[in-house]
């Protein structure tokens, strides 16, 4: 549960910011559909207009042809200038004097273009032929619209962009078809898109912003909520050595009483689990049945805890485990890392990496070292330096604890037991533990003087690793049963 949490938030930073991504995306895909639809939008009702315009011309002209009278067909026309001269009649037709002047006003975005079935091609109000294919094949095909190309638009002296023509048709029977084309180009519509397009695009770019101003406003808070985690976790890691440290303590002092206070205990706690039990199996509630559970839970570890205690404190060998010394080495180290930073103190550790093996119980060494630690921090002035080394010599495992502070009195070393302490809060355990935990290793403890000032602590044990059998032996000589 607790590796998997970074993991998860992790993720959770990593989808925040896909989210993000997507909504920005998203934002940007909305902008452009809608552009897109009125730009479609506005090009229909582009083209509407110059169609409506070639119907008003349609209806001038066919108004205009009514007044010529006559039903004989007038044949093939030949145009000269702005007239069309038929052939077959003396007639002369001239589209510009039949219109309105204001409709067929040419200017730089309009155009006004002829197709009479009388020649045959596609031709100016002012008679110049024109080679437009779209408006042709739009003509031929009875369409009412045709969009030009840039190119198109060109050739007709219109700005080259893209245009639209609406087209209407005028049906004769003397004159034959006619059909006009107004010719629109769309470079104001296409400013008009620039414009909205521009108008898009910074829209689209303000609501980016706001969400990428949220998402990392997100992001810092998360840093910042991971920063004070790490914070908490190593203030929490310190109060739990330091928790461990005096739990420790707390241990050696009960294992000193452990003998006298086992069997006192052991009737008390019957008669608590016994009402426990009673307790549990008459409870209306859950609560009360959770709460003599508890009870009967409890009874049972401080019984098995004053088991433990009895059973070393009267001798019992340690746990027969095969463990490498520079494990303990690291433990101890870890253990005692806090209370060096907060006195001012540094640790050096001076050890070889090819430690061997040791055969005994790893809690009891580490606490024996973690004792004799401390008292080096303690003794040791602001600033001061305190060593652990761990070397190897001729098959004994030595671990030597040294410091400058203001040593032992030679009186005193030799008067390790418990309750006797040099420090006027101390209790007295500390030694007399270690010098036990040896003592049980097949070890020794020994308390040295150090030139200049100071103290070197020296825990010597066996390295080799031992037989079941031998380890019992040795149980059996140091406190023989019974």
Not at 117 to 146: K, W, Y
Not at 427 to 448: D, F, N, P, Q, Y
């Amino acid at each position: 549960m607790t590796a998997s949490f970074p993991r998860f938030k992790r993720w959770r930073t990593g989808l925040l910011a896909m989210a993000m991504v997507l909504a920005i995306g998203v934002i940007a895909a909305l902008g452009v559909i809608d552009e897109r639809s009125l730009v479609w939008t506005t090009r229909i009702e582009s083209s509407r207009e110059p169609r409506v315009i070639a119907e008003v011309l349609a209806a001038e002209f066919r108004a205009g042809l009514s007044a010529f009278g006559g039903e004989e067909p007038a044949g093939a026309a030949r145009v000269e200038g702005g007239t069309w001269h038929f052939a077959d009649t003396s007639l002369v037709i001239e589209p510009r004097v039949l219109l309105h002047e204001d409709a067929i006003a040419n200017d730089a975005d309009h155009t006004l273009l002829v197709w009479t079935s009388a020649t045959g091609d596609l031709r100016t109000i002012d008679g110049e032929p024109v080679d437009i294919p779209s408006v042709i094949h739009a003509a031929a095909a009875g369409e009412t619209s045709a969009w030009l190309t840039p190119s198109e638009a060109s050739r007709l002296g219109l700005p080259e962009e893209v245009a639209v023509a609406g087209l209407s048709r005028v049906e004769d029977p003397r004159f034959g078809a006619w059909i006009f084309a107004v010719v629109s180009s769309s470079e104001r519509q296409r400013a008009r898109e620039s414009r909205r397009y521009a108008r898009t695009i910074v829209m689209v770019g303000l609501a980016s912003l706001v969400v990428l101003g949220f998402g990392l406003v997100l992001l810092r808070t998360q840093r910042q909520e991971r920063a004070f985690e790490r914070m908490l976790a190593r203030e929490s890691l310190r109060v739990q050595q330091e928790v461990q440290l005096a739990r420790e303590g707390r241990a050696a002092t009960m294992l000193t009483f452990a003998a006298g206070i086992a069997h006192e205990l052991s009737t008390p706690l019957g008669v608590i689990a016994m009402r426990a039990e009673q307790l549990e199996n008459n409870a209306e509630d859950d609560r009360a049945r959770r709460g003599a559970r508890a009870i009967t839970e409890q009874v049972a570890k401080i019984r098995e805890n004053a088991r433990g205690f009895l059973a070393i404190a009267r001798g019992a060998a340690p746990l027969r485990e095969r463990f490498p010394a520079g494990d303990v080495l690291r433990s101890v180290v870890a253990r005692v890392g806090h209370r060096f930073d907060r006195a001012g103190v540094t640790l050096r550790v001076v050890a070889r990496p090819d430690l061997p093996w040791i055969y005994g119980d790893a809690r009891l060494l580490e606490h024996a070292l973690t004792n004799l630690l401390i008292n080096a921090c303690d003794a040791s002035p602001e600033r001061g330096v305190v060593e652990l080394s761990a070397e190897l010599d001729d098959k004994m495992l030595t671990f030597a604890v040294r410091d400058r502070g203001a040593g032992i009195d030679p009186a005193v070393r030799a008067r390790i037991q418990p309750f006797f302490s040099t420090k006027a809060e101390g209790t007295g355990l500390g030694l007399a533990i270690a010098s036990e935990v040896m003592r049980m290793h097949r070890g020794e403890l020994k308390l040295e003087e150090r030139p200049g000032g100071g103290t070197n602590a020296v825990l010597r044990l066996p390295a080799e690793s031992m037989s079941d059998d031998a380890v019992a032996h040795e149980a059996q000589d140091a406190h023989p049963v019974g």
